[in-house]
């Protein structure tokens, strides 16, 4: 199983960015997948996660309304639409996703998931 990100880059304070993650190797339609950043310094922090059999994303508290979690069962392909960026989404932002179900409390928790893509850098400029 491999999971590739992409889509990160230095943009202005209130731009937007659309982060990209293609998987190879299972079926999204079966797994768990969620994005997660970590900052210089920081813990990985989980930022919005699907589950496994469910239609809706869960998001982090800093970022709803900004994130948009969605994915393309069809491509394997998911996708993270970064709106109103902040000097504070500043990060390394990772792809993740593991086989099966996950209870919801363990959705934003990094420790859940079992494959990672390399991460993306997303820089804010204010």
């Known amino acids: 199983v491999q999971l590739q990100a992409s889509g990160g880059g230095l943009v202005q304070v209130g731009g937007s960015l659309r982060l990209s993650c293609t998987a190879s190797?299972?079926?999204?339609?079966?797994?768990?997948v969620a994005w997660f950043r970590q900052a210089p310094g920081k813990e990985r922090e989980g930022v919005s996660c699907?589950?496994?059999?469910?239609?809706?994303?869960t998001y982090a508290d800093s970022v709803k309304g900004r994130f948009t979690f969605s994915r393309d069962n069809a491509k394997n392909t998911m996708y993270l639409q970064i709106n109103s960026l902040k000097p504070e989404d500043t990060a390394v932002y990772y792809c993740?996703?593991?086989?099966?179900?996950?209870?919801?409390?363990?959705?934003?928790?990094?420790?859940?998931?079992?494959?990672w893509g390399q991460g993306t850098q997303v820089t804010v400029s204010s």
């Open positions: 699907i589950r496994s059999f469910s239609n809706g994303a």
């Open positions: 993740a996703a593991r086989f099966n179900r996950l209870l919801p409390y363990m959705c934003l928790d990094p420790s859940s998931y079992t494959f």
């Open positions: 190797g299972f079926a999204s339609d079966y797994n768990s």
